[in-house]
Nanobody, 123 residues
Framework: VQLQASGGGLVQAGGSLRLSCAAS????????LGWFRQAPGREREFVAG????????YYAGSMKGRFTISRDNARNTVYLQMNSLKPEDTAVYYC?????????????????WGQGTEVTVSS
């Protein structure tokens, strides 16, 4: 599956952004999906995940309550709504399709990755 992330940008602390990830190729509605991020000098980390139906979602602890993952299977798109942004949320954000069973938190279970969209939160 091909994934194209968008929606990143520069925002002040406390602000909001909505990231989008459009998919093509494999049947989108059958895919479990995730958002990850990578800050400069740090490892890529899990942000949020969503099951193929949208019925189950997962969040990293620090994002819970601030970020919301959702999907629109009719539009082949997954979203990440980010509120109350902090400078430490600055990173490149990636969407990915999970290809293997197991924990959503494990990036090694994701085979297809988008190119990333950069988010910068100023203090």
């Amino acid at each position: 599956v091909q994934l194209q992330a968008s929606g990143g940008g520069l925002v002040q602390a406390g602000g909001s952004l909505r990231l989008s990830c459009a998919a093509s190729g494999r049947t989108f509605s059958s895919l479990d999906l995730g958002w990850f991020r990578q800050a400069p000098g740090r490892e890529r980390e899990f942000v949020a995940g969503i099951s193929w139906s949208g019925g189950v979602t997962y969040y990293a602890g620090s994002m819970k309550g601030r970020f919301t993952i959702s999907r629109d299977n009719a539009r082949n798109t997954v979203y990440l709504q980010m509120n109350s942004l902090k400078p430490e949320d600055t990173a490149v954000y990636y969407c990915a399709a999970k290809s293997y069973s197991g924990s959503y938190y494990d990036l090694n279970l994701y085979r297809d990755w988008g190119q990333g969209t950069e988010v910068t939160v100023s203090s």
